[in-house]
């Protein structure tokens, strides 16, 4: 597969015909390869390469396939295809990634042993009529180890969840933990009035998220992570975990409002008091869409 064929979601590409180009990938590709004890099928893993670049709207001139981590999609796709040296590999190469995601979720030895089980049946495992398993979601934009950091961490909250039941689930209750809202006539109103409204635009907004952006938003509102959970969980200090979440929460708040202009036909004055209620709303919208 040539790199115009890896590349056919961007057409004219510059790199697409450059000899250095093509050398450098051949490189990479050889350099993913070496990377494990076992082959898979070099089409195969083109495949899925051109997939994940398809996906991104901005990749870099030169050598765009750097975007991506193509040691862990390498042996991703191993995985896909069942290659029993690379489920092996993927075990041990991250064992210690997955223990360590859901130890830190408070609760005893045993569930904490039943959901890292879980996570690798989740993620190794083909789904119902031999679908592909989990780990073909993985896009390489991250390490691989993050990824399966989050889908363990995702996997021991929502077994939590299950056994002490504490996400609330009436939407009235979640209210009543919005501060102001219920009281104050003029929010009331508006919440009244554009309820629907808003449900479709928060669900577009948090689609236009990124994926780090969604998980942040959903391990510290829907989850209840503190910012250290989630510094430990991203390996990177807490003043980073806080400024990441910070930024999602604006780029959302942002992006309900830039959804909210285009739809609503309002004045200045009553534009604002949504804004306010948009700011006021945003934990209770993020159990609702990201809470599943």
């Known amino acids: 597969m040539k790199l115009s064929q890896v590349l056919r979601n961007h057409p004219g590409h510059p790199a697409i015909g450059q000899k250095e180009e093509e050398t450098a990938f051949s490189n990479w590709i050889k350099e993913c390869e070496a990377a494990w004890s076992f082959e898979v099928l070099q089409s195969d893993f083109l495949e899925h390469v051109a997939s994940c670049l398809g996906r991104l709207s901005d990749i870099a001139e030169h050598q765009p396939w750097n975007v991506l981590n193509g040691k862990d999609l390498y042996l991703a796709i191993g995985c896909i295809v069942g290659e029993p040296l690379a489920l092996s590999e993927v075990k041990k190469t991250y064992s210690d990634d997955v223990t360590f995601a859901v130890r830190k979720v408070r609760m005893d030895v045993g569930k904490q042993d039943d959901a890292i089980s879980q996570t690798w049946a989740r993620v190794l495992a083909k789904g119902s009529g031999g679908s592909a ?160």
């Open 133 to 292: 398993p989990k780990i073909s979601l993985y896009n390489g934009s991250g390490p691989l180890k993050y990824w399966l950091r989050s889908v363990a961490t995702r996997v021991a909250l929502n077994q939590l969840r299950k056994a002490q039941r504490e996400v609330p689930t009436d939407d009235q209750v979640l209210m009543n933990h919005i501060s102001g809202v219920d009281t104050d006539p003029e929010m009331a109103h508006l919440k009244k009035h554009y309820s629907e409204q808003m449900k479709i635009a928060f669900s577009s907004a948090i689609a236009g998220l990124t994926d780090r952006e969604r998980n942040l938003l959903r391990y510290h509102h829907v989850d209840g992570l503190n910012i250290d959970d989630i510094g430990n969980l991203y390996d990177v200090h807490r003043v980073t975990a806080y400024r990441w979440i910070d930024k999602a929460r604006q780029n959302l708040a942002k992006a309900v409002e830039a959804e909210l202009r285009q739809a609503l036909k309002v004045d200045s004055a009553d534009y604002e008091s949504i804004v306010r209620l948009v700011r006021s709303q945003i934990a209770l919208s993020l159990t609702r869409q990201l809470g599943v």
